[in-house]
């Protein structure tokens, strides 16, 4: 039985696919088993991790219908027979290192491992994301927005996964990782390792991130922060709890803000009016304390609640394309 479970979704990535696995395959830890899940991919994903699998009997492809990455990572938590779990996506990559410097780190009696990761651009151009030291717990630090990690650059204890019921959820279709973290960060001992050992392809054609702006996609970045408050306030012990759901409250609001901008910039002036005429948002967006908000989210804060309609088209005029 292997120790490490590695869980990649893979779709439509048979151009990075084997890259990935490579690196996964050069890790100076050899304990682990990774299973792909692919996702109903177009390509040929699939018979490129079904040629790998042949000659590594470590690899093991999963084939479903197209269901998410969300879904595609379910369905790796269910099958995982390892005692940590790990994640990474189909097109991006680890140092040789990743599994042996953060194993270290977790044997010394932590849940859960974080460690840094660069970005990796087209033409294998990486740039370095910014570390930071953590003065206070790693989860008020992401719940502040000091602390940017990314589900490939974390290992977790798999059995903490499954005593909580911590799963991706499906419905989400970004923030998902972030929801699916911070619940773990409230119930592990965690720790950060300032090393940058994995590289977090940006900029891929068709990739989530490089998708058109889409407001009903996006409005999940609140109601994952929502699903966090809720398990936060039913699972966390720490004495500081009020304080942690009054940051976590926070971050809600400033999510419900940044979303109602975003609707602004991109003509979605109905929708705006409509979310803002809800008693809860009305609130909420009232109860941002602008002594926390820069000079730009100051503007911006007032400029929503005027409902100047003739302002926001304006706006929109020169939204980024």
Same mark, same amino acid.
């Given at each position: ?8 979704? $893979?779709?439509?990535?048979? #151009?990075?696919?084997?890259? &990935?696995?490579?690196?996964? #395959? ?6 682990w088993?990774?299973?792909?899940i692919?996702?109903?991919?177009s390509?040929n &994903?699939?018979d ?16 479903q219908?197209q ?5 595609? %990572?379910?369905a790796?938590?269910?099958?995982? *027979? ?8 189909g ?5 040789p290192?990743? /599994? ?6 977790y ?9 840094d ?23 008020l ?11 490939? $650059?974390?290992?977790?204890n ?15 279709k ?10 773990? /960060? &409230? ?6 390792? #300032? *090393?940058?050992?994995?590289l977090?392809?940006k900029? +891929?054609?068709g990739?989530?991130t ?19 408050? #809720?398990f936060?306030?039913?699972n ?15 971050k ?5 803000? %940044?979303?109602?901008? *975003?609707?602004? +910039?991109h003509g ?10 809800n008693?809860?948002?009305?609130k ?12 730009a989210?100051?503007l911006?804060? &007032? ?19």
């Amino acid at each position: 039985m292997p120790n490490v479970s590695i869980i990649v979704p $893979a779709y439509n990535v048979s #151009q990075y696919i084997e890259k &990935t696995i490579n690196s996964i #395959q050069e890790q100076t830890y050899e304990d682990w088993e990774v299973i792909v899940i692919n996702d109903g991919s177009s390509d040929n &994903t699939s018979d490129v991790v079904k040629k790998l699998a042949l000659l590594d009997e470590r690899i093991i492809l999963v084939n479903q219908n197209q269901a998410g990455v969300s879904a595609a %990572r379910n369905a790796g938590i269910r099958l995982a *027979k390892g005692k940590v779990l790990t994640f990474l996506d189909g097109d991006d990559l680890w140092r040789p290192s990743f /599994l042996s410097e953060i194993l270290i780190i977790y044997n010394q009696g932590n849940d859960l491992v974080l460690c840094d990761f660069q970005h990796l651009y087209p033409n294998n151009i990486i740039k370095d994301h910014p570390s930071i030291k953590i003065s206070d717990s790693i989860l008020l630090a992401t719940l502040n927005e000091n602390l940017n990690f990314h589900i490939g $650059a974390l290992l977790v204890n798999k059995e903490i996964v499954d005593k909580y019921k911590i799963r991706f959820t499906i419905e989400h279709k970004i923030s998902e990782d972030i929801e699916f973290v911070l619940k773990l /960060l &409230t119930v592990c001992k965690c720790s950060y390792l #300032q *090393k940058k050992l994995m590289l977090y392809r940006k900029q +891929r054609p068709g990739s989530a991130t490089e998708k058109g702006w889409d407001y009903h996609t996006r409005i999940s970045s609140v109601w994952a922060m929502k699903k966090v408050y #809720q398990f936060i306030e039913q699972n966390y012990t720490d004495p500081n709890k009020e304080y942690i759901l009054n940051t976590c409250n926070n971050k809600i609001r400033l999510s419900m803000f %940044r979303y109602l901008w *975003k609707l602004i +910039r991109h003509g979605y002036y109905k929708n705006t009016i409509e979310l803002l005429k809800n008693e809860n948002w009305d609130k909420e967006i009232s109860l941002i304390n602008r002594k926390n908000l820069n000079n730009a989210d100051k503007l911006r804060h &007032t400029i929503i609640l005027n409902e100047n309609l003739i302002l926001w088209k304006i706006i929109s005029l020169f939204k980024k394309p």
